[in-house]
């Protein structure tokens, strides 16, 4: 999290008593039962200075992004203390380039899954406009029609409704066949971002640019499309441009490598892409999540995994890459791949044991590539106990994917992150230049055809 001031420990070590602690996951052991094969949390007493980090820092250093960066790695290379609760909190006060001071929270993923997690990190804000009031997410808007103003509709009504229930058994069956194939055998091809078996434990660089949202909102519009489309759409163009490099790369071509086309004929990339599968749409569940500590909020994992294919080529037209998505997304929409790789790894944990369904989902992530989100942030600018935010910047690690892309907005920005094992992408600001380059040709292409 970015700040516009510098940062007070005591400020936040008050706010983080008013707020996170309240949590029971955030206030409890992780400890083993009498059995010692079945892990249970307790409750204990929280102790802020064992959480709170503060370093030493430098005001005359060099370069402080790389070193944000480099502090953020050093990370990746230890452990969170299994001793205290499992959580962290660093504070930077360090000048970036877009940010007076950072502040660095890491939590343990048994804690719960993304959603619940960026629920509680939505706890800890307030709106800048209003210090009382908890940020505003997005919520879809349902389209409502009357009979009389359709009433020409109701008899298509039957023939429709049959010809998506087809689609989506259709598209769940094939969703179903193609994760347990992945599970067993099919793999992604061997591309240079394709990590290699056993690497969850390797570090990882997290890096991270923003762009305007309102370019992508104009792509959206433009199309009839979703954000969601256009981000993906933005992503795989950016990584087939990285792609196409790094195979130029390696023939030693000396001539220049983006100016042909050096992609195998058919590449197999595919991301995991974890879906919320409570009730609540989305992030819209913060609000029950966070104004009742103790009621049943769906704490922990909920959330199925879904296989997102992304087509890597070279397009002579920059919005195939959006048309490309809307489609991919569109048929995923039409599945129930999420609530059954949800279900399915709920039973195997409850008849065979939380190991084998552990190893079930190793073998899917060592199969693809990379895990990718897109999550929707406030509308306003908010505040961290008392800090107002200049960008938020969401991650992960500890599993085995040399490259997860994650994209989150925050007013009229959007931010998007890659954590990357540098065995896989060594360069990854090449990569971000890559993604920004390909969201400027899109946006380009879209005011050239309405011009």
């Not at 009979?147 to 109701?154: A, E, G, P």
């Not at 434990?201 to 923003?210: A, G, K, Q």
């Not at 595919?270 to 749409?281: E, F, G, K, M, P």
């Not at 895990?371 to 106990?385: Q, W």
Request: net charge positive; hydrophobic share 40%.
């Amino acid at each position: 999290m970015g700040c516009k001031t510098k940062i007070n420990p005591q400020v936040v070590k008050a706010g983080l008593e008013e707020t996170l602690i309240k949590h029971p996951r955030f206030s409890s052991l992780q400890v083993k039962d009498q059995k010692g094969d079945q892990m249970r949390w307790v409750p204990t007493i929280v102790n802020l200075d064992d959480h709170v980090c503060v370093p030493d820092l430098d005001p005359n250093m060099e370069s402080p992004d790389i070193f944000v960066e480099d502090y953020i790695s050093d990370l990746t290379r230890t452990t969170i203390d299994m001793s205290k609760p499992l959580w962290e909190l660093h504070l930077l006060n360090v000048r970036v380039s877009n940010s007076e001071s950072v502040a660095i929270l890491r939590i343990h993923h048994s804690i719960g899954d993304g959603v619940y997690l960026m629920s509680i990190v939505f706890s800890l804000t307030r709106k800048t406009s209003d210090p009382n009031a908890l940020p505003s997410i997005p919520v879809k808007k349902k389209k409502v029609t009357t009979i009389s103003k359709n009433s020409d509709r109701l008899l298509w009504l039957p023939f429709k409704s049959l010809g998506v229930t087809y689609r989506l058994m259709r598209n769940t069956l094939m969703d179903i066949f193609a994760f347990k194939c992945t599970s067993l055998f099919l793999e992604d091809t061997k591309t240079p971002l394709k990590g290699a078996p056993e690497m969850e434990c390797t570090p990882r660089r997290f890096v991270w640019r923003t762009f305007s949202l309102d370019d992508i909102k104009l792509v959206k519009h433009a199309m009839n499309m979703t954000v969601n489309d256009v981000v993906l759409g933005v992503t795989a163009a950016g990584l087939s441009r990285y792609l196409n490099r790094r195979y130029g790369e390696k023939e030693n071509d000396k001539g220049s490598t983006e100016e042909r086309n050096n992609l195998p004929k058919s590449t197999r990339l595919r991301a995991t892409l974890a879906v919320n599968i409570r009730s609540s749409v989305g992030i819209q569940a913060f609000s029950e999540i966070t104004e009742n500590y103790k009621a049943d909020a769906k704490r922990g994992n909920w959330t199925g995994t879904v296989l997102l294919p992304f087509n890597i080529a070279l397009r002579d037209d920059p919005l195939d890459y959006v048309r490309e998505a809307k489609t991919i997304v569109d048929r995923k929409k039409l599945s129930l791949e999420a609530i059954y790789t949800y279900g399915g790894a709920a039973l195997i944990v409850k008849f065979i044991g939380i190991k084998a369904a552990s190893a079930l989902l190793k073998k899917v992530f060592t199969h693809t590539t990379m895990s990718f989100s897109n999550m929707v942030g406030p509308l306003e600018e908010i505040s961290f106990c008392g800090y107002a935010m200049t960008y938020l910047a969401t991650s992960v690690y500890g599993h085995p994917h040399g490259i997860t892309i994650h994209f989150i907005s925050y007013i009229n920005k959007i931010t998007i992150v890659l954590a990357v094992d540098e065995k896989c992408v060594p360069d990854p600001h090449q990569l971000c230049n890559d993604i920004e380059e390909s969201l400027k040709l899109i946006k380009n292409a879209v005011e050239a055809r309405e011009a």
